[in-house]
């Protein structure tokens, strides 16, 4: 296990290498010129030409990839265009509030995903599987936006039960991580009903009931825990996209994380932040893909790494 380790952490490196080049060309084909922005619409081309000098905008790319990657080698992200501060500290201000927002949503379609499937497979053609098959497409189809938005007219401005956006108490994550996490409850609810419904026509579990055990026994010791060993992997999996919707989440909830900063940066042209950002997506699900794996070989022995 530890050799499987060490071999996944090393092939980290031109996994985030080639997106790191991905990400500094991408951003550089995104319309309009960070020089421009810096110095104002009434600013003179001597003005413009002197910003793109002292920010190497006016070197070739190759060459200002060369230095971004040294800089990045050293830990030094670099300096944001639009704030003048260094990148880290941005990041590191924002990255609390989005890793508590993941947290909550990760919960939330964990534990509601597994129960509702786990209902409609047990309850196969009876009104739980009907409710959960119908609420598993609405939420796949709907988009997140619009989801909070209407949520937030529900609940905060018709009922005034929660607030409609910002951090602060707990009662400010609940809106945002419910939306995050429908299309999560839904893909997980489907693929739990799914695989209950197949293992519920194994030998196995037809000789559990032979032996007159009890239901939640049957349930829980030969359908539940084989059904989560590819659920596992969808939430995994679930989790990394989680990363990625969470920056139309905070922008419709006004929630100060990294996926807000990542639209505004996107806004002002700030390369630096958005390169670093997108780089610490990327590492994030490289991390979260290990851990579903290794957690796949402790529910089922029989997977084996190496």
């Known amino acids: 296990m530890g050799r499987y380790v060490a071999r996944r952490i090393l092939q980290l490196v031109p996994t985030l290498l080639a997106v790191s080049f991905l990400i500094f060309l991408m951003v550089r084909l ?6 421009l922005l810096i110095a ?7 003005l413009v030409a002197s910003i793109r000098e ?6 070739p790319l190759f060459v200002q990839y060369a230095t971004y990657l040294g800089h990045l080698l050293r830990g030094d992200l670099g300096t944001s265009l639009r704030t003048h501060r260094p990148v880290a500290e941005e990041v590191a201000a924002r990255l609390p509030a989005t890793l508590q927002l993941a947290v909550a949503a990760g919960l939330i379609f964990t534990v509601l ?5 786990v209902a409609a497979g047990i309850r196969r053609g009876h009104w739980p599987d009907h409710l959960v098959r119908v609420l598993s497409l609405v939420g796949v189809s709907s988009p997140g936006f619009w989801i909070g938005i209407l949520l937030m007219l529900t609940f905060s401005l018709q009922l005034r039960l929660l607030p409609a956006a910002g951090r602060g108490t707990l ?13 999560g409850i839904a893909l997980v609810a489907r693929l739990v009903r799914t695989s209950i419904i197949e293992i519920l026509g194994e030998d196995y579990v037809r000789t559990a009931w032979a032996k007159g055990l009890a239901r939640p026994a049957v349930v829980y010791r030969h359908v539940l825990l084989n059904a989560l060993i590819p ?15 969470l920056v139309v989440v905070e922008s419709v909830f006004a929630w100060p994380g990294t996926g807000k900063l990542l639209i505004d940066a996107i806004r002002m042209r700030d390369y630096p932040v958005v390169q670093s950002l997108v780089l610490l997506f990327a590492f994030m699900l490289a ?9 796949c070989g402790l529910l089922d022995p029989r997977i084996r790494h190496e």
């Open 30 to 35: 995104i319309p309009g010129d960070p020089a």
């Open 40 to 46: 104002g619409e009434n600013a003179t081309p001597e």
């Open 54 to 59: 002292r920010l190497g905008l006016d070197r």
């Open 113 to 117: 995903g597994v129960l509702l499937g």
């Open 171 to 183: 009662a400010h994550v609940v809106l945002p991580a419910v939306t995050a996490s429908l299309v």
């Open 231 to 245: 659920a596992v992997t969808i939430l995994g999996l679930e989790f990394g996209a989680l990363l990625g919707g």
């Open 287 to 295: 991390i979260v893909n290990l851990l579903i794996d290794l957690l």
